[in-house]
């Protein structure tokens, strides 16, 4: 009789808003594309456009928050990737403006499911501001460390660094040519082809394959008249190639997603993976094309190999530990963006004297100039 009176089913995102003094859930982690088209379009047309991106999670938190209605308490177990995500920090930005203030009350709750799961979770807490609980969270160390580092020294792209994600090629690997497929190819269009797998020792790896890169030294695509040789390869693939969404009727359809300009001409480089356990740059002194799970940093005042140096030295771990997303087994999504918030002062900034101690071959001439700029011991390579 008290199930039958206190249970109702119904579709919590469409359901009218009732109140509650406590909201308890585990929100589904679905991403918004995944959803069919109707059944986006009602949940859009029902909530707050901040709650309709990324993944369904944050529409259930918000409208958990409409039942607590400013006084009651809201808990949930979810997928801790929203809280990384600009989407996620979009939310938060706008709960707050209401009145509500996040709190993540277990960072990482030790076996929350009865099957294993491929992403972390987190239980998270929302109270009004004003009846915030105490307490600290298990980064928050790491945040303090890397907010004072960041406000000391700035970041790595105030340092005058440039960050790019290795070009989107499209097609699958179609585009990727071994030995056999590139001989009939002009060189001049190729390009040595660099994935995360050749990121195994202090220097990348060449794996032999190549990158079919269709464009002039403008970043244009070529024209097929000009490269019969390309053209002969291109004609074999037309049929996939010109299928894709992002070719235009009458377009250049033999091109890739992503232009490749002149500036992955530019070397050397840093070469980042974006899925790791521990972030570490990789020199890349070759004109080589990344895939686009890597990150490339060219610096405009840093001696590169200075730079990578002082990165695997902590600098990157810290950002790593304070601000990116933690997968299974230890391992970090460090996106474009944690990136770009590595802690790093301008070259010319740093006094002579230091400058040449960064560059000691010596590892505690280094180690003690680190200590002194940044306020711990590097990291052992």
């Not at 009732?18 to 047309?45: D, I, T």
């Not at 797998?197 to 032999?208: M, V």
């Not at 200075?306 to 996106?335: D, S, W």
């Amino acid at each position: 009789m008290l199930s039958t009176r206190w249970v109702r089913k119904a579709d919590f995102l469409l359901a009218e808003v009732g109140q509650a003094s406590h909201v308890v859930a585990n929100p589904p982690y679905v991403r918004w594309s995944k959803l069919p088209k109707s059944l986006a379009s009602a949940y859009r047309l029902a909530l707050r456009q901040t709650a309709t991106r990324g993944d369904l999670a944050v529409a259930f938190i918000d409208r958990m928050l409409d039942w607590a209605d400013g006084h009651g308490s809201v808990v949930a177990l979810v997928s801790d990737r929203w809280m990384f995500a600009q989407y996620g920090a979009a939310f938060v930005e706008e709960i707050a403006a209401r009145g509500w203030a996040l709190n993540v009350l277990e960072e990482r709750p030790s076996a929350p499911f009865i099957r294993d799961v491929g992403a972390y979770s987190a239980i998270v807490g929302f109270w009004p501001v004003k009846r915030r609980p105490s307490g600290g969270v298990a980064r928050r160390d790491q945040r303090e460390i890397h907010a004072e580092l960041v406000g000391r020294h700035g970041t790595i792209e105030g340092a005058g660094c440039v960050i790019r994600v290795g070009p989107a090629l499209g097609c699958g690997r179609t585009y990727i040519l071994d030995e056999t497929a590139s001989a009939g190819v002009e060189p001049e269009i190729l390009r040595p082809y660099l994935a995360r797998g050749d990121l195994a020792g202090p220097k990348p790896r060449s794996s032999g394959l190549m990158v079919a890169c269709p464009y002039d030294v403008r970043g244009k695509p070529i024209d097929l008249q000009d490269w019969p040789g390309f053209a002969r390869w291109a004609e074999q693939h037309r049929a996939a190639l010109s299928s894709r969404s992002c070719v235009r009727p009458d377009g250049a359809w033999w091109r890739t997603i992503d232009a490749i300009g002149p500036q992955w001409m530019v070397s050397p480089k840093l070469i980042v993976p974006e899925l790791c356990q521990r972030p570490k740059a990789f020199l890349d002194a070759t004109t080589s094309i990344p895939a686009h799970s890597l990150y490339v940093v060219w610096s405009c005042e840093w001696p590169t190999t200075i730079l990578q140096r002082v990165l695997n030295a902590g600098l990157m771990r810290i950002t790593a530990e304070a601000c990116a997303p933690q997968l299974k087994h230890g391992y970090y999504r460090f996106y474009r963006r944690f990136l770009a918030q590595t802690p790093l002062p301008r070259w010319s900034t740093l006094h002579l004297d230091q400058q040449r101690r960064l560059a000691a071959t010596s590892n505690p001439i280094f180690a003690g100039c680190f200590e002194e700029l940044f306020g711990f011991a590097p990291d052992a390579e």
